[in-house]
C-alpha cells in the first residue's frame, strides 16, 4: 500500500501496546489496527524489529523455566522432554511464507488500498448518513465496535466526546480537528478524558475506528445527533 505523507506521521501507538500486539495479547480489533498503523509507519516498523528480539528472548526463558519445572514436579519421561527440548530449542522454520495481498475496496466511487492486515475483509456493507459511510467489520467482542469509516469531501462530525475509548487509524485522506491535523497512518486513541471535537475534512478520508461506547454530542440539536452517534458506532 503507498505510504504518502509517512514522514508527517506523529501518532503512534504507545510502547505497552505494541508489546501487547507483539505478544499477542491484543483482542483483533485492536492488534489490527496496531498491525495496519506498523505496515504505514517506518519508526513503529524500527520499534517492532527492535522489541521482537527482546520478547521472544523473554519468552524463550520463560519456556525454559516450565521446562525445568515440569521435569522436575512430574518427572517426565527422557523420550518426552527429548521432544520437549527439541522443540523449544529448533531456530529452523521451513514453513514457506506467504506475504498476503493488499485488499482494494471502493466507497462513494473512490477506491482505496488498504494494509495487508485488512486482507480477510473484502465483503463489506456500507450505510451511508449523508457524506459518512460505515462498514462494520464481523469481530465478536462484546461491546466493542469496529468498522471502516468514510467521510467525504467536505464532511464534518459534529463536536463530540466520548463515553468510553475512540482509536482512529487514518487509512487515507486527511482530517483536522480542535487538536491538530492528521495524516495517513496517524493512530489517535482517546477516551472520556478529553475533551469534545469535531472532525473534519475537505479533501475526504477513510478511517479504521473501534470504540466501545456511542459517541455523545455536545452541540446543536442533541437528540437527531446521538441518534447518528449510536449509527456510526
Known sequence: ????NISLIKHHPNKQLLEQHI?????????LAVAAHIEL???CQQLESQLTPQIANASWAQAKDAQRDLQHD??????????????LESSDDN????EPES?????KGITYALPRAFTKFHQLNWRNLGKISRARLPFEEGEVRSSLLHIGKGGTIPTHTHRGYELTLLLAGDFEDENGHYVAGDFILLDESHSGHSPKTSEGCLCYTVSNAPLHFTQGVSQLFNSIGKAIY
Open 1 to 4: 500500500m503507498p505510504t504518502n
Open 23 to 31: 505478544e499477542g495479547r491484543l483482542p483483533l480489533s485492536m492488534s
Open 41 to 43: 509507519c517506518p519508526h
Open 74 to 87: 512430574l518427572k517426565v519421561d527422557a523420550c518426552f522432554s527429548a521432544m520437549l527440548s527439541d522443540i
Open 95 to 98: 514453513t514457506p511464507h506467504h
Open 103 to 107: 485488499l482494494t475496496i471502493e466507497c
